[in-house]
T-cell receptor, first 118, second 119 residues
Framework: AQKITQTQPGMFVQEKEAVTLDCTYD???????LFWYKQPSSGEMIFLIY??????QNATEGRYSLNFQKARKSANLVISASQLGDSAMYFC???????????????FGTGTRLTIIP | GAVVSQHPSRVICKSGTSVKIECRSL??????MFWYRQFPKQSLMLMAT?????????EQGVEKDKFLINHASLTLSTLTVTSAHPEDSSFYIC???????????????FGDGTRLSIL
């Protein structure tokens, strides 16, 4: 069974500083996808960044980058130059293919609540 | 703009009421949609996978008769919480994947969620 672990329940970061949110995963499948989502207090889930298991380079999307260390099974999210609007819950998720159901399943970590301090 | 629309955003109703939540894919066809449940301060848990034109597949421990899923068209899936009770109060959120190209890099796009409160 797959598992996603986020060890930081909460983080406080000064505005304009960079922040790293940790995520480790466990899977025996060679093909998988890793995602990061942001959930503000309003509840919507906002897709931030994706990393495929076969991708050679770390994914980047604007101020977001993913530090993918495949051998260590970690996929940490790095947010550069943090802003007050970055305050939210952040979830790491892994996608698996399900042979029995013929589709996919997204499994989420427990999340990290990030608070940006002015 | 929004890729997936979910309605209503909030429901407050009495115990015993059945509540229907709609999830629509905007500008794309979704043969598969997903329904999640999130308790306060917890993560999202997949409840079921909604398949257009066929029965939904439910995760272990999810009552099929309590949570009825209908995926009658390529852009609409509905979740009906039947005879809701206070323990069904939760945040329900749907998602769909918009496949723009080949490969696995397409994310699930989520609706804004529905906060269900059963009195």
């Amino acid at each position: 069974a797959q598992k996603i672990t986020q060890t930081q329940p909460g983080m406080f970061v000064q505005e304009k500083e960079a922040v790293t949110l940790d995520c480790t995963y466990d899977t025996s499948d060679p093909s998988y996808g890793l995602f990061w989502y942001k959930q503000p207090s309003s509840g919507e889930m906002i897709f931030l960044i994706y990393q495929g298991s076969y991708d050679q380079q770390n994914a980047t999307e604007g101020r977001y980058s993913l530090n993918f260390q495949k051998a260590r099974k970690s996929a940490n999210l790095v947010i550069s130059a943090s802003q007050l609007g970055d305050s939210a819950m952040y979830f790491c998720a892994m996608r698996e293919k399900r042979s029995n159901f013929g589709n996919e399943k997204l499994t989420f970590g427990t999340g990290t609540r990030l608070t940006i301090i002015p | 703009g929004a890729v997936v629309s979910q309605h209503p955003s909030r429901v407050i109703c009495k115990s015993g009421t059945s509540v229907k939540i709609e999830c629509r894919s905007l500008d794309f066809q979704a043969t598969t949609m997903f329904w999640y449940r999130q308790f306060p301060k917890q993560s999202l848990m997949l409840m079921a996978t909604s398949n257009e034109g066929s029965k939904a597949t439910y995760e272990q421990g999810v009552e099929k008769d309590k949570f009825l899923i209908n995926h009658a068209s390529l852009t609409l899936s509905t979740l009906t919480v039947t005879s809701a009770h206070p323990e069904d109060s939760s945040f329900y959120i749907c998602s769909a994947t918009r496949y723009l190209s080949r490969g696995n890099n397409q994310p699930q796009h989520f609706g804004d969620g529905t906060r269900l409160s059963i009195l």
